[in-house]
């Protein structure tokens, strides 16, 4: 057998390997329901939840708590199904935070708090697309 093939095989096992360790390593998306059970359960995996920042009638967000030395912070998330958590988040708050469309939790529940390892956003102004005008 050629060197060629022989290289070309072991760089396709080691591709195949790779793959399937990661597969493993895949996290789902739930909602906070799922979630508890999943924790209740014994699941270690990290979570995915989506949600909307918890807002008041007149579109202000409520129940955000910085920590003294803002290196932390909480917030209430009512995802999907309309359940509402406060979430605990162990970083300063992202930029764009407050302005943020939707956002996605990453964690998992320890007793009944749910603790994000990592928070993806989704701002609104970064994804419109700009209307033009008609008549031009």
Do not use: W
């Not at 399937?20 to 059970?37: E, R, W």
């Not at 199904?81 to 406060?86: I, L, R, T, Y």
């Not at 764009?96 to 009944?112: A, T």
């Not at 970064?126 to 005008?133: H, M, N």
């Amino acid at each position: 057998m050629k060197p060629q093939y022989i290289i070309a095989v072991i760089v396709i096992a080691v591709a195949v390997g790779i793959i399937i360790l990661t597969a493993g390593d895949a996290s789902t998306y739930v909602n906070f329901g799922q979630a508890q059970q999943m924790a209740a359960e014994g699941s270690t995996t990290p979570i995915h939840v989506v949600g909307q920042l918890k807002k008041d009638e007149a579109g202000q967000i409520v129940g955000l708590e910085n920590s003294i030395d803002k290196l932390s912070f909480s917030f209430i998330l009512v995802d999907d199904s309309k359940k509402e958590q406060k979430v605990y988040y162990n970083e300063p708050m992202p930029p764009d935070f407050l302005r943020s469309e939707k956002v996605v939790v990453i964690g998992g529940y320890q007793g009944d708090q749910f603790i994000a390892k990592k928070i993806l956003l989704k701002c609104p102004s970064k994804y419109q697309e700009q209307k033009l005008d008609e008549g031009v």
